[in-house]
């Protein structure tokens, strides 16, 4: 492979490995920066709204459809995602990232729209599925980071275009309490569209194109093989708990999955051009950042679903959870959390530099258990709920910055886009893997149905709140075992 840079970038030649000017690229002054980072920033909080604006929607949609498979509105999203986004990262590495962050915006607009218009759940998932093209949208923005802001504000960016995440679980579920209140769960899904829209034509206007390019073949048998075994692995997970776990076709998905990701494995050993270069993976440090992103969302993804529907449970039915609340009522959770994670996310810059980003990883992955323990044994009245949740938050906005940091720090920068593309597919993968365990595990405890909707019974929450904190001590092990994020951000990023 070859790097170059592209028409207007600066004069030096950029190979495989090695960084751009320390001004970063067109010689902007601070605050031109600081405007582009505040854009990019705004464009990584669609994907964080596609999850929490849509999450407290989820009653709502399945008291709409009348269907027990809700869940698959959350899977299906981040099964295309975890699909594509190796994909377009190889594809945003060899024709440009800023052209495939606007290909990819455009995707998460169209599937919003769809899902809001549908008339029928089975256009809500088409729907949803175009708008998991969108997840790729984070990976390639802290890529296009590294290739174009000056090495001194690398760090600093990348926790914040992280850590910004955290702000809509301040403004989710304010904003969509207010939607569904007034518009249902339509509301929720034209605001999603309608918001790329206008970041993205920012972006057009303001951010500059990656000046390095990748030569490189497009391995579209390895993206439909690896995408394959993603699908069977997920469509198991999310029918195991109807067709039972030790049931024939459980078991003919997992044999499935096993022979597709056998076989993309000998492909990948095969190719000149494989979608994802194996050999970077066996290394310990993409290996044990791998594992941290897929507990690390897992557990996110955990604590929010389940959140949502403790706040949701009405009071009268008896059970040991249950606030009988709106979905508004959601912000007054997660609106401290949310602030605690934006100023984690500020800690992370400034310990990245300093300390490395392995230190702010492993203080979240304890402060994650912790949280997810005490919510375990504690989640029946407002007061313990939003203290368990709090700590939890303060963990998650470590990790959520860190894992970023930690990513530039592990890889070369001709494959910066496409690997940390796989780390996303790999948190996807860890967000609805988990969540569909979460609901098969709350499946097996349902305590009556009403409407058409399962309520379930408290002992499946204290089940699913264990299996986070056992995911939170997994990636915190994980973390101690990095060789990288020992070093400040900006010495190991030269690597």
């Known amino acids: 492979m070859t790097a170059t840079p592209t028409d207007g970038a600066p004069s030096e030649t950029l190979d495989n490995d090695t960084m751009l000017p320390p001004e970063g690229v067109g010689h902007r002054s601070t605050a031109g920066w600081i405007g582009v980072l505040v854009i990019l920033v705004l464009l990584s909080e669609e994907v964080a709204y596609a999850f929490n604006l849509v999450t407290p929607a989820l009653p709502n ?4 459809f009348q269907t027990p498979h809700i869940a698959w509105v959350s899977t299906l999203f981040t099964l295309t995602g975890a699909i594509s986004a190796p994909l377009v990262g190889k594809l945003a590495d060899r024709d440009g990232k800023k052209k495939w962050l606007l290909i990819t915006t455009g995707c998460m607009a169209l599937g919003s729209l769809i899902v809001a218009l549908a008339p029928t759940f089975p256009i809500v998932l088409i729907g949803r599925a175009v708008e998991g093209f969108g997840l790729a949208i984070v990976p390639i923005v802290y890529s296009l980071m590294r290739d174009i802001f000056p090495k001194r504000m690398l760090a600093v960016a990348v926790s914040l275009a992280t850590a910004g995440i955290g702000v809509t679980t301040i403004t989710g579920p304010i904003f969509a309490g207010l939607l569904i209140d007034n518009f249902g769960y339509q509301g929720v899904f034209f605001a999603l569209a309608i918001f790329p829209l206008i970041i993205g034509a920012l972006v057009l206007l303001v951010v500059p194109e990656s000046p390095i390019r990748v030569s490189t073949q497009i391995d579209w048998t390895g993206g439909l093989l690896l995408g394959a075994t993603i699908a069977v692995v997920l469509f198991g ?67 929010f679903v389940l959140l949502s529907f403790i706040v949701q449970t009405p009071i009268a039915l008896g059970l040991t959870y249950g606030l009988g609340e709106t979905a508004g009522f959601m912000a007054r959770i997660t609106t401290p959390a949310g602030v605690a994670s934006v100023l984690m996310g500020l800690l992370v810059g400034y310990l990245a530099e300093r300390r490395g980003a392995r230190l702010p990883n492993w203080i979240g992955f304890a402060l994650m258990a912790a949280g997810s ?59 609805a893997v988990a969540v569909q365990i979460g609901f098969a595990i709350l499946a097996l405890n349902v305590a009556t149905v009403v409407d058409g909707s399962p309520i379930y019974g408290g002992s499946g929450f204290t089940t699913v709140y264990v299996l986070a904190a056992a995911l939170a001590v997994i990636g915190l092990i994980a973390t101690l075992l990095m060789p990288h994020g020992r070093k400040s951000q900006s010495t190991e990023a030269l690597t």
């Open 237 to 303: 997970i999310g029918e195991g708990g109807t067709w039972g776990w030790t049931s024939w076709k459980t078991l003919l998905c997992g044999a499935l999955a096993i022979a597709a990701f056998i076989v993309w494995i000998q492909h990948a050993k095969r190719s000149d051009h494989p979608l994802i270069d194996l050999s970077v993976l066996r290394g310990r440090p993409i290996v044990t950042t791998l594992i941290t992103q897929f507990t690390g969302q897992a557990v996110i993804a955990l604590q």
């Open 61 to 64: 949609m399945a008291a709409t």
């Open 373 to 431: 323990l005490f919510l375990a044994f504690s989640h029946k009245e407002f007061v313990p709920i939003l203290v368990g949740y709090l700590i939890y938050a303060f963990g998650g906005g470590l990790i959520s910055a860190a894992i970023p940091n930690l990513v530039i720090a592990a890889t070369p920068v001709r494959l910066q886009a496409v690997t940390a593309s796989t780390v996303n597919v790999v948190g996807s993968l860890g967000s």
